[in-house]
Nanobody, 116 residues
Framework: VQLQAFGGGLVQAGGSLRLSCAAS????????MAWYRQAPGKERELVAR???????NYADSVQGRFTISGDNAQNTVYLQMSSLKPEDTGDYLC???????????WGQGTLVTVSS
């Protein structure tokens, strides 16, 4: 199974982007879906996560500006990003966790660049 993320691009500060991530095949027993980001020279960080029960949590830096949503049946996760800041720049990677091996799936990143 492969995850493919898309929707990144170049946007001015204050703008919006919507990221999407879809699985190539059905992933069974998903427990959570998430978005991480990695900025140049920085460690990968969790941006947002949604559980199979619909609970969400966000990094403090994006709370109130980003919204994660998911469709377990379609194995798709979205990240609506608003009021973007230059510090949101980075490679955004999607992540899906499952109760079945291999338990964790990572997608290739989609690059978001926010200009000031």
């Amino acid at each position: 199974v492969q995850l493919q993320a898309f929707g990144g691009g170049l946007v001015q500060a204050g703008g919006s982007l919507r990221l999407s991530c879809a699985a190539s095949r059905r992933i069974f027993s998903i427990t959570s879906m998430a978005w991480y980001r990695q900025a140049p020279g920085k460690e990968r960080e969790l941006v947002a996560r949604i559980t199979n029960g619909g609970r969400t949590n966000y990094a403090d830096s994006v709370q109130g500006r980003f919204t994660i949503s998911g469709d377990n049946a379609q194995n798709t996760v979205y990240l609506q990003m608003s009021s973007l800041k230059p510090e949101d720049t980075g490679d955004y990677l999607c992540n899906v966790q499952s109760n079945y091996y291999p338990y964790i799936y990572w997608g290739q990143g989609t690059l978001v660049t926010v200009s000031s």
